[in-house]
Every structure is written in structure tokens, then in C-alpha cells.
């Protein structure tokens, strides 16, 4: 099973590079961030169309999170973090083959020590204390997004500037994060690759993304019962090389079986 993860930055805009890209890297399970389109406008019938199930949970304008499925039935769907009162669509999870998939688009958080930046820290403590409960119920569990977290100095271009006191990569951010791994979570990327400079983000500005100016900020993260299954994971960098692109590239993992 190929599960993926892509924030499209507006589904709207790259429905037909979504579209294309399904067709070429055939994923069985998508997690889709940033569709920026309420639920009545989701184009559901255009994924049926080429196989895929969907679930979805959106808003006008902003956030947004569905998940995709090939052939596949998609169970038990939970939108939103219980017991965590936002108005944000930035959560959906749902079970697949038996695997619980988790969707994440981790909040921004805009700057350090901006408001922004205290709800970024309160959701991922709303998000652990959640994925914990998910662990004890679904071993199987896969949790997968935009992250909005850089893990370490290897994700980030320039390390003097995505440094301890910047946004994305800052110590409060990757500690809530390995807070989150140390639940028995393995970035999945990690299993099969140790270099640095692979990146999933590089901004539209100066030529980023010719330029190798990127973060790996979309990850896939699976559970202690996956782990030994992940036999292949990576970043599908040629979605950004087309035209008007999201400035998120696929993240992808495989499991045997």
C-alpha cells in the first residue's frame, strides 16, 4: 500500500495536477492539505471518477483536509480533534485496510512569540494527547501532513537561518514534535534515508526551488506496528516542476503487504 501526503495549496487551482498525478504515481491512500474549498464545492465525483473514495473537511479561502482512497472503503471518519473546540478544518482521520490514517495541516504558527505561535504550540499538545488515545485503539496508524515543522538540521537549506529561534524550525516546535514521536511514531523518510537536503517545501519566492532552497516540512510518520512494513518512502519532487504547481511536493511511504 502506497500512502502519500500533499498539501495542494488550493485544490481548485491544481485539481488537474492532482488529477495527473494520481494517474502516474497511483497511490492507494492520499492525504490531501490546503483544498481551500468548502465541502459542497470538494470535487468529489472528478476522484470517483479515477477510483478514489474521499473524505473530506473544508472551509472557504483556507485550510482544508480530505482523504483519498483507491478501491479502497474509508471507515470510521473523524473530523477535527475531539475534545479541542477550533474552528480550523485541519484534522481528518480515518481507517483504511485496517490502517488508521491521520491528516494533518499543522497550524503555521506565523512567528515565535506571536499568538499564532501559542496556538501552534496548544494544538500539537491537543494533537499528542489525541494520537496517544488513537495508538492504544489502531496500532496500525499512519499520521501524515504538512507538519509546518522542520525535524532537524538536515530538513532546512540553511541551518544558520532555520535555526532555534526561527518559525518552522524553532525548539519548542521540534520538541512537541519528538514529544509526538516519542509515542512510538517513526518518520518514515528517515527509515530509508539519511542525507541531507531533500526537501518537500520551497517557497515561490527568489527562485527557491531552482535555487535547492527548501524545507521537508510533510511527513509521513508510522507507528511501531507499520514500522518493519515501511520498505520505501520519498519525496515526489516532479509536481513542482510543473506550471502554477503548489509549493508542496508529495510525501510518500510504502508498506508491504
Do not use: C
Not at 494520537?131 to 541551518?159: M, S, T
Not at 539519511?194 to 524545507?215: C, I, K, N, P, V
Not at 510533510?218 to 507507528?223: A, E, I, W, Y
Not at 506550471?243 to 508498506?255: T, Y
Amino acid at each position: 500500500m502506497k500512502i502519500a501526503s500533499w498539501n495542494v495549496n488550493s485544490l481548485n487551482v491544481r485539481l488537474p495536477h492532482v488529477e495527473q498525478w494520481l494517474r502516474d504515481a497511483a497511490p492507494d491512500v492520499v492525504g490531501i492539505q490546503e483544498t481551500k474549498l468548502e465541502d459542497a464545492r470538494f470535487p468529489d465525483a472528478v476522484l470517483a471518477a479515477l477510483g478514489y473514495r474521499t473524505v473530506f473537511h473544508g472551509q472557504k479561502t483556507y485550510n482544508g483536509v480530505a482523504i483519498l482512497a483507491r478501491d479502497r472503503m474509508i471507515a470510521d471518519v473523524q473530523m477535527g480533534i475531539p475534545d479541542f473546540h477550533d474552528d480550523q478544518k485541519r484534522v481528518v482521520a480515518a481507517t483504511v485496510d485496517g490502517i488508521r490514517i491521520v491528516n494533518l495541516y499543522v497550524v503555521n504558527g506565523q512567528d515565535v512569540g506571536t499568538e499564532k505561535y501559542a496556538y501552534k504550540l496548544r494544538w500539537l499538545e491537543a494533537v499528542h494527547d489525541w494520537i496517544a488515545r488513537e495508538l492504544q485503539a489502531h496500532p496500525k496508524l499512519v499520521v501524515l501532513g504538512d507538519f509546518n515543522i522542520a525535524p532537524d538540521a538536515r530538513d532546512v537549506h540553511d541551518p544558520a537561518v532555520w535555526n532555534d529561534d526561527h518559525i518552522l524550525t524553532s525548539t519548542a516546535e521540534r520538541a512537541a514534535l519528538q514529544r509526538l514521536l516519542a509515542l512510538g511514531l517513526h518518520d518514515a523518510f528517515r527509515l530509508h534515508n539519511d542525507e541531507a537536503g531533500a526537501f518537500s517545501w520551497w517557497d515561490y519566492r527568489q527562485a527557491a526551488f531552482r535555487r535547492g532552497m527548501g524545507l521537508r516540512i510533510d511527513l509521513t510518520l508510522v507507528s511501531d506496528a507499520l514500522k518493519p512494513l515501511a520498505i520505501a518512502s520519498g519525496i515526489d519532487r516532479e509536481p513542482r516542476t510543473w506550471e502554477r504547481p503548489s509549493d508542496h511536493a508529495p510525501a510518500w511511504v510504502q508498506l508491504a503487504g
